[in-house]
């Protein structure tokens, strides 16, 4: 499975970026996605995941403010972030698992990632 990302970029506190991830070859209909990051000197983390198609999961530290979502016509999965944060500052990675998977570890494919900077 290849993934594609986009949507990354630079935005001041407090505004919003949407990212997006195109998933492409054979992809199970059902499936796990997700988006996590890593910041400089930091483990990747999980930041949301869509489990199935509609259990999600997020990390505490976004809760109430990114909101995950997917469009399996388009095999497409979307992270909409609102109210950013200096802190929320990384790397983005979209993941894909098959199955209704557990997202913790490395499993699965993964996207390019998509720089995020939230500027102060």
């Known amino acids: 499975v290849q993934l594609v990302e986009s949507g990354g970029g630079l935005v001041q506190a407090g505004g919003s970026l949407r990212l997006s991830c195109a998933a492409s070859?054979?992809?199970?209909?059902?499936?796990?996605m997700g988006w996590y990051r890593q910041a400089p000197g930091k483990q990747r983390e999980l930041v949301a995941a869509?489990?199935?198609?509609?259990?999600?999961q997020y990390a505490e530290a976004v809760k109430g403010r990114f909101t995950i979502s997917r469009d399996n016509a388009k095999n497409t999965v979307y992270l909409q972030m609102n109210s950013l944060k200096p802190e929320d500052t990384a790397v983005y990675y979209c993941?894909?698992?098959?199955?209704?998977?557990?997202?913790?570890?490395?499993?699965?494919?993964w996207g390019q990632g998509t720089q995020v900077i939230v500027s102060s």
């Open positions: 993941n894909y698992r098959p199955g209704l998977a557990d997202t913790s570890g490395d499993f699965g494919s």
């Open positions: 869509i489990v199935g198609s509609t259990n999600t």
């Open positions: 070859g054979y992809i199970f209909k059902i499936n796990t």
